[in-house]
């Protein structure tokens, strides 16, 4: 009787072994699964809290980065504007006051020639300011 009684404790020994493993197993393949235990869910929802906001904070900030580019190349192309309009009549001036000198002197054809190639420069400048 006592050989039958070492047996069958011998044997509920190995059946709570085998269903020991059993668990560990069917806990291995429900992590290889995805499912995770409460407290792990509530670390990883804090952390995707956390790097929402961070998220939120970048998208914020690239917005207003945006927004001042923009004005500052709206700003940037008023100013072009400005400087090529004075360019453009500063070229004009000079044109006409060479004009109105070589009218009034003998050598005009060697002055009114060297004036036009100054006028055609300045302009041909701000042509090439106005293609980039």
């Known amino acids: 009787m006592l050989h039958i009684w070492l047996q069958v ?3 509920q020994e190995m059946l709570y072994n085998v ?12 992590r290889a699964a995805g499912t995770r235990s409460d407290e792990e869910t509530k670390q990883m929802n ?3 809290t956390k790097l929402t906001e961070v ?3 970048v998208n914020a900030e690239h917005a207003m980065l945006t927004s001042q ?4 190349e709206e700003d940037l192309s008023e100013s072009c504007d400005l400087v090529l309009t004075h360019t453009h009549t ?3 001036r000079v044109y006409d006051r ?5 009218s009034t002197r003998r050598f005009c054809s060697l002055l009114n020639h060297a004036c036009l190639e100054q006028a055609l420069l300045l302009c041909t400048s701000v042509r090439l300011t106005q293609v980039h």
Do not use: Y
């Open 98 to 102: 060479c004009t109105w000198q070589c």
């Open 9 to 11: 404790v011998t044997q």
């Open 19 to 30: 269903d020991f493993r059993l668990q560990m197993m069917e806990r291995q393949v429900a």
């Open 46 to 48: 804090a952390k995707i």
């Open 55 to 57: 998220l939120d904070g």
């Open 90 to 92: 500063h070229a004009h």
């Open 69 to 72: 580019v923009k004005k500052a």
